[in-house]
């Protein structure tokens, strides 16, 4: 079977079926950075449509810990326990640590023992671009359920002294459960490009293996994101729409089919240029930034959740997600929406997947310890005592998942005969 972008996709579409949003509680309004550095609130809004962004000032929120609350509530959405995960993409310019990845620590936050993990660096082009990978697994049958999060804290690699930089981004992190169907639609084609010619416009100098971190590069600011924004602003206006053009060519479809385009939530002067080169009117371009300011690769599943919260997304509708950013990169992709906008979990499965979570934070724990005290304390069997305790705190867990399994059969007649993702069934099929 070849689907609406030319791409062998033997009966597997790859479908959103879950979305989950976290930002820290923290607001910074634009006021508050005028106490902070030479700029007014008139200037950001007029030159960006920005008035506030959020801030994790608590250390211990975390690019990891955003992303995996997010992950946290798209799993919930999707009515799926996080064993059924095959692959966690983080994508972030805001990792935790050069390695390990992000997504490690997201996978062994939520407990999804079954899954793959690794970063994605693609900048604000990550999320989409990690969407394109997810649909490539799940059409090649490499995966059922793949969680993409975008993830940033990028509050804390900003020069809070550089005006052309601190007033423009916010942390947050947006996720989405990407799911395989056999109902035609979902991710219908994806647009991923690079100019890496223009890696210098946008980057963050020291801390890789080309300016390792030395006094110098502390003191000098070397790893803080440095910008020329004028040359990035020419770039993203032009680029914007010629990747929308792209990928809807890809899919085989027009501007005019377009229901909402997401676009990167970089600045609200590049979102109207970009969309007036395409003629899209207004009402069907969706726009957040001047809560969040541009969280980077969070911006795009942000928004979408946003979009969906306010009922601007119906099954069926076709939804462009199109941005740009450091490499330098850009990605889009064109999604014909397959399930339902509206979801409820029960109160019963809520505890049970809490009760779950809990399992999976103390199975960590156990494991570190098994790592640190490696073979000193043994069962009888010869088992690592903390492997041993983890490999029955996983049985709970497991055995917590059955019956949730059984309770589903129980009250759901319709589990008796096989069914599609989020209760779609195959007579929805066109
Ligand atoms: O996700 C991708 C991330 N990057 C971007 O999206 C950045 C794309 N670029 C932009 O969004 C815009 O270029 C900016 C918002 C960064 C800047 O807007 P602009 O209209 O291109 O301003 P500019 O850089 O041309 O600067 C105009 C003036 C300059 O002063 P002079 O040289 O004309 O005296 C700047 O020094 O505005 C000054 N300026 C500021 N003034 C008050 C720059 N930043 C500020 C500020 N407050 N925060």
Known sequence: MVDESGIMAFGRYAHIVGWGKAVPNRVVTN????????????????????????????????????????????????DIPASKVDMIIVATSSPEHTFPATACAVQDMIGAVNAGAFDLSA????????????????????????????????????????????????????????????????????????????????????????????????????????????????????IMAEATRRVLSKANLTV??????????????????????LKLPEEKVFRNLQYYGNTSTASIPIALYEALEQDRIKPNDTIVMVGFGAGLTWAGTAIKWGV????????????????????????????????LLGSNLVTEDGESLAQALSNRLEDWRKQLESDEEEEEQRHDPKQEKPSLPNGASSSDES
Not at 157 to 175: E, K, Q, Y
Not at 353 to 363: I, P, V
């Open 340 to 371: 339902p906008t509206e979801k409820e979990t029960s109160l019963w499965r809520a505890s049970q997947r809490s009760a779950s979570y809990g399992l999976a934070k103390a199975r960590s724990q156990w494991l570190r310890l098994s790592h």
């Open 123 to 238: 900048a604000c082009s990550g999320f989409v671009y990690g969407l394109g990978v997810a649909k490539g697994l799940i059409a090649s049958g490499q995966a059922e359920n793949v969680l993409v999060i975008g993830a940033e804290t990028l509050s804390r690699i900003t020069d809070w002294s550089d005006r052309n930089t601190c007033v423009l981004f916010g942390d947050g992190a947006g996720a989405v459960l990407v799911q395989s169907s056999p109902v035609p639609g979902g991710i219908l084609a994806t647009e991923m490009g690079c100019d890496g010619s223009g890696g210098d416009l946008l980057i963050l100098p020291a801390g890789g293996s080309k300016m390792p971190a030395t006094l110098e590069t502390v003191a000098s600011g070397q790893h803080f994101i440095k910008m020329n924004g004028r040359a990035v602003y020419r770039f993203a206006t032009r």
């Open 256 to 277: 005019d089919d377009i229901d909402l385009v997401i676009p990167h939530q970089a600045n609200e002067r590049i979102i109207a240029v970009s969309m007036r080169n």
């Open 31 to 78: 006021h508050e950075l005028e106490q902070i550095v030479d700029t007014s609130d008139e200037w950001i809004r007029s030159r960006t449509g920005i008035q506030q962004r959020r801030i994790a000032v608590d250390p211990a929120e975390t690019t990891a810990t955003l992303a995996a609350k997010a992950a946290r509530e798209a799993l919930e959405v999707a």
